[in-house]
């Protein structure tokens, strides 16, 4: 079955409001991996126009927002979470290392906190992945990657706190 962009954002928001917490985050992941699978999606709203950021849909109720990210070349994120917000990663296109961290010592407002790496894993085309509140990850692409990526909150209006790996 194919999904309109509309249909994807209205079951997402359905899922979300009869359950917030994290089993309806599993219940979008699973969504968003089958939303991986519709090729017609993937070049509607992950095509060569989209910048490395784009909200496609943000939801005027609950918040949530359906991002689509496109990154031409390699990119190396530093160790963060998602502030008071969650996040799901969906792989379209290309491959994306994983890093989870764990926090050795809290950030603050004007003083980065201090993580170590705990493992690594690829996130291939189709696959899906919760961040619940706190999870410390970071993504590597070495190559060109297309992503779905659900936020909790829109986290352009989200100060987050910054991490360094020890």
Same mark, same amino acid.
């Given at each position: 079955?194919?999904?309109?962009? /509309?249909?994807?954002?209205?079951?997402?928001?359905?899922?979300l409001?009869q359950?917030? *917490?994290?089993? #309806?985050?599993?219940r979008?992941?699973?969504l968003?991996?089958?939303? +991986?699978?519709?090729?017609?999606?993937?070049?509607?709203?992950?095509? %060569? =126009?989209?910048?490395e950021?784009?909200?496609?849909? /943000?939801?005027?109720? +609950?918040?949530?927002?359906?991002?689509?990210? @496109?990154?031409?070349?390699?990119? =190396? &994120?530093?160790?963060?979470?998602?502030?008071?917000?969650?996040?799901?990663?969906g792989?379209?296109? #290309?491959?994306?290392?994983?890093?989870?961290?764990? +926090?050795?010592?809290?950030?603050?407002? %004007?003083?980065?906190?201090k993580v170590?790496? @705990?493992? &690594?894993?690829?996130l291939?085309? #189709?696959?899906?992945?919760?961040?619940n509140?706190? =999870?410390?990850?970071?993504?590597?692409?070495? *190559?060109?990657?297309? +992503?779905?990526?659900?936020?909790?909150?829109?986290?352009?209006?989200?100060?987050?706190? &910054?991490?360094?790996?020890?």
């Open positions: 079955m194919g999904y309109s962009l /509309e249909q994807f954002s209205t079951e997402c928001h359905r899922i409001k359950d917030p *917490g994290v089993e #309806g985050r599993r979008v992941c699973a968003v991996q089958q939303v +991986l699978k519709d090729d017609d999606f993937i070049e509607t709203h992950l095509g %060569d =126009d989209v910048p950021r784009k909200v496609l849909y /943000e939801d005027p109720e +609950l918040g949530f927002c359906i991002l689509g990210h @496109v990154y031409q070349g390699a990119k =190396d &994120s530093n160790p963060h979470d998602h502030g008071p917000s969650w996040a799901i990663y792989q379209a296109r #290309g491959e994306t290392i994983m890093n989870d961290w764990a +926090l050795v010592h809290p950030a603050g407002p %004007d003083t980065p906190g170590r790496h @705990v493992r &690594s894993y690829t291939k085309p #189709g696959m899906a992945y919760v961040y509140e706190g =999870d410390l990850h970071s993504p590597r692409r070495e *190559g060109p990657t297309r +992503l779905i990526r659900i936020e909790g909150t829109n986290m352009d209006k989200v100060r987050r706190l &910054s991490y360094e790996r020890v």
